[in-house]
């Protein structure tokens, strides 16, 4: 359990700095602060929040200490402090108020083991149907030849899964400079067919797992099972890497998430933290609001506006048959 609040003393923190990252797949500028030698991201709108800005691949260090340099307010005066622990640690350790993010998860054994006891046999016959139509998936390295592929998929249609899709339009250049900021620590796999990359996925090595950081594949060779295959081969690389999970990103509902089941993961859910330090986010945490004002919705009524963004995306899409 944390330390009481007052027996932790506050670190020394650096003055309020911006840093250029990428929200929605454009470019932006984000305001962060360094204490104790992490970097974390102030999100400003109703609430101004707290949390660290590359938590997928960082724990916390000392959270005490965080709050202590945070309530001090001398660069920055946040309302919230957000932090979640990562997997495997999936049972809370802190005294904070605490809620939980539903995570995508795969247990990786080995890949034998993935291979005959995690997927459907109707995953196995795709997956060995597809490399006999000539599907190759690899690792690849990050060249322009992969780049040139990135672009003419990012390119194929401007709406995925009934919503504008964030990278159409981009050209190679833009292509090229946006997604090399990770790649020093990301194993990338190309899927080919007839000498075209037709799909790929960037894959994270947080430590304790890999995760897809991007996964995507042509929709005009939809009929090869292009992302099983390339699922599998980040299995294989996962068991190489020593990664006991890969995780695909956050579970929801839908297609995506019965492709997922298919494949083998799991719904595992990770303690997320609140730490409100000011009237302000007490209130927001009070009324819910501290998760933004979609969260506030209840579930029949978002679903609802699912479906009625995907029949307005369908009427106006040329790319819907």
Same mark, same amino acid.
């Given at each position: 359990? &944390?330390?009481?609040?007052?027996?932790?003393?506050?670190?020394?923190?650096?003055? /309020?700095?911006?840093?250029?990252?990428?929200?929605?797949?454009?470019?932006?500028?984000?305001?962060?602060?360094?204490?104790?030698? +992490?970097?974390?991201?102030?999100?400003?709108?109703?609430?101004?929040?707290?949390?660290?800005? @590359? @938590?997928?691949?960082?724990?916390?260090?000392?959270?005490?200490?965080?709050?202590?340099?945070?309530?001090?307010?001398?660069?920055?005066?946040?309302?919230?402090?957000?932090?979640? +622990?990562? %997997?495997?640690?999936?049972?809370?350790?802190?005294?904070?108020?605490?809620?939980?993010?539903? %995570?995508?998860? *795969?247990?990786?054994?080995?890949?034998?083991?993935?291979?005959?006891?995690? $997927?459907?046999?109707? /995953?196995?016959?795709?997956?060995?149907?597809?490399?006999?139509?000539?599907?190759?998936?690899?690792?690849?390295?990050?060249?322009?030849?992969?780049? +040139?592929?990135?672009?003419?998929?990012?390119?194929?249609?401007?709406?995925? +899964?009934?919503?504008?899709?964030?990278?159409?339009? =981009?050209?190679?250049?833009?292509?090229?400079?946006?997604? &090399?900021?990770?790649?020093?620590?990301?194993? *990338? $796999?190309?899927?080919?067919?007839?000498?075209?990359? $037709?799909?790929? $996925?960037?894959?994270?090595?947080?430590?304790?797992?890999?995760?897809?950081?991007?996964?995507?594949?042509?929709?005009?060779?939809?009929?090869?099972?292009? &992302?099983?295959?390339?699922?599998? =081969?980040?299995?294989?690389?996962?068991?190489?890497?020593?990664?006991?999970?890969?995780?695909? !990103?956050?579970?929801?509902?839908?297609?995506?998430?019965?492709? =997922?089941?298919?494949?083998?993961?799991?719904?595992?859910?990770?303690?997320?933290?609140?730490?409100?330090?000011?009237?302000?986010?007490? *209130?927001?945490?009070?009324?819910?609001?501290?998760?933004?004002? =979609?969260?506030?919705?209840?579930?029949? !009524?978002?679903?609802?506006?699912?479906?009625?963004?995907?029949?307005?995306?369908?009427?106006?899409?040329?790319?819907? &048959?």
């Amino acid at each position: 359990m &944390s330390a009481p609040f007052s027996s932790v003393s506050a670190s020394h923190a650096s003055g /309020v700095f911006t840093k250029q990252t990428m929200n929605r797949g454009q470019p932006t500028t984000i305001r962060c602060i360094e204490i104790g030698g +992490q970097v974390y991201a102030i999100s400003k709108g109703p609430l101004t929040v707290v949390s660290l800005e @590359d @938590d997928w691949f960082e724990d916390v260090t000392n959270p005490d200490t965080v709050i202590a340099t945070l309530r001090e307010g001398v660069d920055v005066k946040p309302d919230l402090f957000t932090f979640w +622990q990562r %997997l495997p640690d999936v049972e809370p350790k802190h005294a904070f108020y605490v809620e939980w993010d539903q %995570l995508a998860v *795969l247990p990786i054994r080995s890949y034998e083991h993935w291979w005959n006891h995690q $997927i459907k046999s109707r /995953v196995r016959n795709q997956i060995r149907k597809s490399e006999k139509a000539g599907l190759v998936v690899r690792e690849v390295a990050y060249d322009n030849h992969f780049v +040139q592929g990135m672009t003419t998929i990012f390119n194929e249609t401007p709406v995925r +899964q009934d919503r504008p899709f964030w990278h159409w339009g =981009k050209d190679f250049d833009t292509v090229k400079t946006q997604f &090399s900021r990770n790649v020093h620590r990301e194993d *990338l $796999i190309g899927a080919y067919y007839k000498g075209e990359m $037709i799909g790929f $996925i960037m894959m994270g090595n947080a430590g304790r797992y890999g995760v897809t950081t991007q996964i995507i594949s042509s929709i005009r060779h939809r009929d090869k099972a292009i &992302s099983n295959a390339m699922i599998a =081969k980040a299995v294989e690389l996962c068991e190489r890497r020593r990664l006991n999970h890969l995780v695909y !990103l956050f579970w929801n509902d839908g297609s995506l998430a019965e492709f =997922k089941r298919r494949c083998g993961f799991e719904m595992i859910r990770v303690p997320r933290y609140f730490v409100p330090l000011t009237q302000r986010g007490v *209130l927001a945490l009070r009324f819910g609001f501290h998760r933004g004002w =979609k969260e506030v919705l209840p579930a029949k !009524l978002k679903n609802s506006l699912k479906a009625l963004r995907g029949r307005w995306q369908s009427a106006g899409s040329p790319f819907y &048959s």
